[in-house]
């Protein structure tokens, strides 16, 4: 049976990123899931992601689910790992406050895989003390993070908080799951 990937999408620009991601966690015998934060829709549309996942989209926190009432605990129980790609200044906190506000940060916190964050930003945000106190906070519960790397940034500057190479995340997704 395939191993099941929430992949939570943020309103990073970098979520372009995600699309190309989807098919080579496909391409290594996962199945996707997606869910979008509201800030994400504004840069693609969850249909894209739902062709590309082969699978419904989740974005709404109080949907109707014929099999079961709570969106966000069936998605928490039903994934082996969620992966945040990209996590943005916003996500993190919003972790690491105790926020569970939408249906993604509601999914965190009611699952027992692992979490990953693929933190996408610019090199201020990404330096600021309270990011990289969030940061901090998270790795010492657990929650792992994946880059960012020094790159090219939306802003057109190069720093530090650019999303990790593609393949560092899938390496890093195959090492977790095995």
Same mark, same amino acid.
């Given at each position: 049976?395939?191993?099941? +990937?929430?992949?939570?999408?943020?309103?990073?620009?970098? +979520?372009?990123?995600?699309?190309?991601?989807?098919?080579?966690?496909?391409?290594?015998?996962?199945? +996707?899931?997606?869910?979008?934060?509201? *800030?994400?829709?504004? #840069?693609?549309?969850?249909?894209? @992601?739902?062709?590309?996942? *082969?699978?419904?989209? @989740?974005?709404?926190m109080f949907l109707p689910v014929k *099999?079961?009432?709570?969106?966000?605990?069936? #998605?928490?129980?039903?994934?082996?790992?969620?992966?945040?790609?990209?996590?943005?200044?916003?996500?993190?906190g919003k972790i690491a406050g105790g926020?569970?506000?939408?249906? #993604?940060?509601?999914?965190? @916190?009611?699952?027992?895989?692992?979490?990953? @964050?693929?933190?996408?930003?610019?090199?201020?945000?990404?330096?600021?003390?309270?990011?990289?106190e969030n940061i901090r906070k998270l790795?010492?519960? =657990?929650?792992?993070?994946? =880059?960012?790397?020094?790159?090219?940034?939306?802003? &057109?500057?190069? =720093?530090? &908080?650019?999303?990790?190479?593609? *393949?560092?995340?899938?390496? =890093?997704? #195959?090492?977790?799951?095995?």
């Amino acid at each position: 049976m395939k191993k099941e +990937i929430i992949l939570g999408v943020t309103g990073s620009i970098a +979520i372009y990123k995600s699309l190309e991601l989807i098919n080579l966690l496909k391409n290594k015998g996962f199945n +996707i899931t997606v869910i979008m934060t509201k *800030e994400a829709e504004e #840069l693609i549309k969850p249909l894209t @992601f739902q062709v590309v996942s *082969e699978n419904p989209v @989740f974005r709404e926190m109080f949907l109707p689910v014929k *099999e079961n009432a709570l969106l966000h605990i069936h #998605l928490a129980d039903k994934g082996d790992l969620i992966l945040i790609c990209p996590a943005t200044a916003n996500i993190i906190g919003k972790i690491a406050g105790g926020i569970s506000d939408d249906l #993604l940060t509601c999914t965190i @916190f009611s699952t027992k895989a692992p979490v990953i @964050f693929c933190p996408a930003m610019n090199t201020q945000m990404y330096k600021n003390k309270i990011v990289q106190e969030n940061i901090r906070k998270l790795e010492k519960m =657990g929650y792992e993070f994946i =880059g960012p790397v020094k790159g090219r940034l939306a802003c &057109g500057k190069v =720093g530090l &908080g650019h999303l990790a190479p593609l *393949e560092m995340i899938v390496e =890093g997704v #195959l090492k977790k799951l095995g």
